[in-house]
């Protein structure tokens, strides 16, 4: 702060003298502040550390139980080109033979050919899909080819019906396809228009023989035969319900007389697992390593973490060890701790996995290992049920970091507050400074005046 000049009568530069004044009184306090913000921000960069390492597991406990990865099937097809097989968690190992005798087909009709150009008249179509209709009326100067198709698509009750125009050599034609496979959604469209008026030429019924409007693909329901004994009819491409927890995709008819069946396999994914069980040791042994380096303290060098002796750090590390090794008593009795899988801890207090333990539950006892984990009460289940008590929003860590920032905002206004009471003290002192700078101007002054009377000798 620079508020005045030099002083003129004593010489002084009052400004610096002033300024090392306040810094003199300021440093201690302002120093005080900074190293507790300082030690904050350290804390919640370590909090936000533990708890980073915390939600990594806790996340990896949610996928486990919401999505049933420890008990996930491999679904294979031999012919790719005739079925695909997607399989759910509930799917049974098997093998199963499928042959395609019809794909589901959505219904198609079309009209004789006619003048595009040509005005139809006013009138009302009917058009029906699947049991659900609407009518579609027209004005006497709105009724070319190009209108009845904008007006069919663009109606705000049509819940399934495509028109389009194909023209050729013979003329222009009115083509509707229904957006829905099966039989369950022919089409029907009815007319009320003058007769002879050009509107006539698309009426369809499926039960009328004599039609205006030709069918040129019927609406049908696919059919499969599995295991060459069992016929099961979809109105969709994809068989959800034949075999529980398999989604099958015919893809086309089986053509092939030396080979008309595709064969699907379902299994566990042993592999997956394993994998997944390897993601969790992971992830511990990640959590571990962080504990013990914001825990650490050398007593050689002095040297520590900053959350040496912290309660929160140590009780969370010793949660999840008696979370390891106490029975899950809701759990498959086959199949109770983690040591029955092969994990269990290390002397330096990390996760290790015995895999030829591991292999044997998964060849062996594989349905257990996903109910040990996902089931409702399961390992997955308590493990994130614990963390989020730590890292949840009223967990102990987000109540800790929320101290903290209250703490940082307090030493904000503590900061803010030094600030105003300094501008005080500089004001002060420098006035002080120039009373005293003005008096010894006044005294030199009146010292002059004496001096110029006395006799010159």
């Given at each position: 702060m620079n508020i005045g000049a030099m002083g003129t009568a004593s010489g002084m530069d009052i400004n610096a003298m002033v300024d090392k004044i306040v810094a003199a009184e300021r440093a201690p306090k302002e120093e005080r502040i900074n190293q507790r913000k300082e030690q904050a921000n350290v804390e919640l960069s370590a909090y936000g550390r533990l708890k980073g390492a915390l939600d990594g597991m806790k996340t990896l406990m949610a996928d486990i139980r919401q999505n049933h990865t420890l008990a996930e099937r491999t679904a294979s097809s031999d012919n790719q080109d005739l079925v695909s097989?997607?399989?759910?968690?509930e799917a049974q190992p098997g093998r199963y033979s499928v042959e395609v005798k019809?794909?589901?087909t959505s219904h198609k009709i079309a009209s004789l050919p006619v003048d595009d150009k040509t005005a139809m008249g006013a009138g009302k179509l009917t058009l029906s899909v699947g049991g659900q209709s609407f009518d579609v009326s027209f004005d006497q100067d709105q009724t070319k080819l190009l209108d009845v198709v904008r007006e069919i698509n663009r109606h705000p009750d049509n819940k399934g019906v495509l028109a389009t125009v194909i023209?050729?050599?013979s003329g222009a034609r009115l083509v509707l396809n229904a957006d829905k496979t099966g039989a369950g959604n022919p089409l029907k469209v009815t007319v009320e228009a003058q007769a002879g008026s050009p509107l006539q030429s698309f009426a369809f019924d499926a039960a009328n023989p004599g039609s205006p409007m030709q069918e040129m693909q019927a609406a049908a329901d696919a059919r499969v035969l599995i295991d060459g004994l069992a016929e099961v009819t979809s109105d969709t491409n994809t068989l959800t319900d034949a075999i529980p927890g398999l989604d099958i995709d015919l893809k086309q008819l089986s053509v092939n007389a030396e080979k008309p069946q595709a064969v699907i396999e379902i299994g566990y994914d042993k592999d997956k697992a394993g994998a997944q069980?390897?993601?969790f040791v992971n992830a511990y042994n990640q959590f571990y390593d962080t504990a013990l380096e914001l825990g650490k303290f050398d007593p050689n060098t002095q040297s520590k973490g900053p959350l040496v002796g912290d309660s929160m750090l140590r009780s969370s590390v010793q949660q999840l060890r008696n979370a390891f090794s106490t029975p899950l008593e809701d759990g498959p009795s086959s199949l109770q701790t983690l040591s029955e899988l092969g994990v269990t801890t290390t002397l330096s207090g990390h996760l290790e996995i015995d895999y030829d333990k591991l292999d044997r539950q998964l060849n062996q006892n594989f349905s257990a290992v996903g109910e040990f984990f996902g089931s409702r009460k399961g390992f997955a289940r308590r493990i994130e049920d614990m963390l989020h008590a730590y890292t949840g929003v009223t967990g102990s860590i987000s109540n800790r970091e929320k101290s903290i920032n209250e703490q940082v905002l307090t030493l904000n206004d503590d900061q803010r507050d030094l600030d105003r009471r300094m501008e005080g003290v500089y004001q002060r002192t420098h006035d002080q400074f120039s009373a005293?700078?003005?008096a010894?101007?006044?005294?030199?002054?009146?010292?002059g005046s004496m001096m110029s009377m006395m006799p010159q000798t």
């Open positions: 097989v997607r399989a759910s968690h019809q794909l589901a023209k050729d050599a069980i390897e993601r005293m700078d003005h010894m101007g006044q005294m030199q002054s009146q010292l």
